[in-house]
């Protein structure tokens, strides 16, 4: 489902934006705090350094406080958090390399916006600052909700269904969305509208949506 950046339809800041790469770090220093015990985590992306069930401790405490208001026989449940600049690299330009491969008529430029609805370009990428999040529901024995797709479900894999206003979703689906937000923004993340599944904080996309006049975190390393 590759749209022109010039598509009407294409109606969201994408974090390839420019106005994202302008947005200054005051870096906090921050740690990167452990999810586990904490939180429910899933382990499907699971490294063996146990990267990508760490997040910035501001995050998680933030988290915390959405998961106290959910109402009954609802979990957030952690598919991952921080990841390593490589791997990054290697999800953005694989992805990238694959929308060129598929649409003979695409530039490389078109490649890159198009690339960034899904996996974000490793200079301004939240999860490499432990700033972001992938997430969903369940009930307490870690059985997913619907949520109209499976995380990290991409454009063209979903039919565009992975956007987080997506028309055509089941109203149970819509619904889950929706209590997802609910607890969330008021706990100060942003969702980037591309993957309903993605939210963040104190990233440079999280400046921008929000207005903030700098992000909070920036790219960070890890030691296991």
Do not use: K
Not at 54 to 81: F, K, Q, S
């Amino acid at each position: 489902m590759w749209q022109s950046p010039n598509d009407p339809r294409n109606d969201v800041v994408l974090i390839s934006d420019p106005r994202v790469a302008a947005i200054p770090v005051r870096e906090t220093d921050e740690p990167l705090a452990e999810v586990r015990g904490r939180l429910r985590v899933d382990e499907r992306l699971a490294d063996p350094d146990g990267a990508w069930a760490h997040l910035r401790a501001g995050l998680l405490e933030r988290l915390e406080r959405a998961e106290a208001g959910l109402p009954d026989g609802y979990h957030l449940l952690i598919v991952e958090g921080y990841r390593p600049i490589a791997t990054q690299s290697l999800y953005f330009t694989s992805y990238r390399d694959e929308l060129l491969a598929a649409n003979p008529g695409m530039t490389v430029e078109e490649a890159h916006v198009a690339a960034s609805r899904y996996v974000s370009p490793v200079s301004v990428a939240p999860h490499t600052a432990g700033a972001a999040v992938d997430l969903t529901l369940c009930d307490p024995e870690g059985v997913e909700y619907d949520m109209g797709t499976q995380v990290n479900d991409n454009p063209e894999e979903s039919d565009g269904a992975c956007y987080t206003a997506a028309p055509g979703i089941s109203a149970d689906a819509r619904a889950h969305r929706d209590l997802l937000a609910a607890v969330l923004e008021p706990a100060g993340l942003v969702n980037y509208p591309t993957e309903w599944w993605h939210w963040s904080y104190g990233d440079r996309y999280w400046a921008l949506a929000t207005g903030a006049p700098h992000a909070l975190y920036g790219p960070t390393g890890f030691t296991a």
